[in-house]
């Protein structure tokens, strides 16, 4: 069935990073666009960035944007958001899902998506 599993979260300082990942079974990573979302406490879940099903397009949110990287290792079957310059606003829980349809587009609106994984907690703090 289809899975995915999300890892990396943790307590950093301003200014740090923490490399998430979500890893995904049960389907073919190369055929779907996969997204990252997170929510604080409190608010709504909101998109951060998302990658195209070739790969080949990247999608940010502005807060995010220039911070953020997302990339994909086909061959691990996993997703990848690389979080540098962290700030205490992007305290949330984060998670990733998987965009409906086969090569499907990128969208930050929740509606879009058809699964999720539990999320991980990234936290900043000093």
């Known amino acids: 069935q289809v899975q995915l599993v999300e890892s990396g979260g943790g307590l950093v300082q301003p200014g740090g990073s923490l490399r998430l990942s979500c890893a995904a079974s049960?389907?073919?990573?190369?055929?779907?666009?996969i997204g990252w979302f997170r929510q604080a406490p409190g608010k709504e879940r909101e998109g951060v960035s998302c990658?195209?099903?070739?790969?080949?397009?990247?999608y940010y949110a502005d807060s995010v944007k220039g911070r953020f990287t997302i990339s994909r290792d086909n061959a691990k079957s996993t997703v990848y958001l690389q979080l540098n310059s962290l700030k205490p606003e992007d305290t949330a829980i984060y998670f990733c899902?998987?965009?409906?349809?086969?090569?499907?587009?990128?969208?930050?609106?929740?509606?879009?998506?058809?699964?999720w994984g539990q999320g991980t907690q990234v936290t900043v703090s000093s």
């Open positions: 899902a998987r965009v409906t349809g086969w090569f499907g587009r990128c969208g930050f609106s929740t509606v879009g998506y058809d699964y």
């Open positions: 990658l195209s099903s070739s790969g080949g397009r990247t």
């Open positions: 049960g389907f073919p990573l190369n055929a779907y666009s």
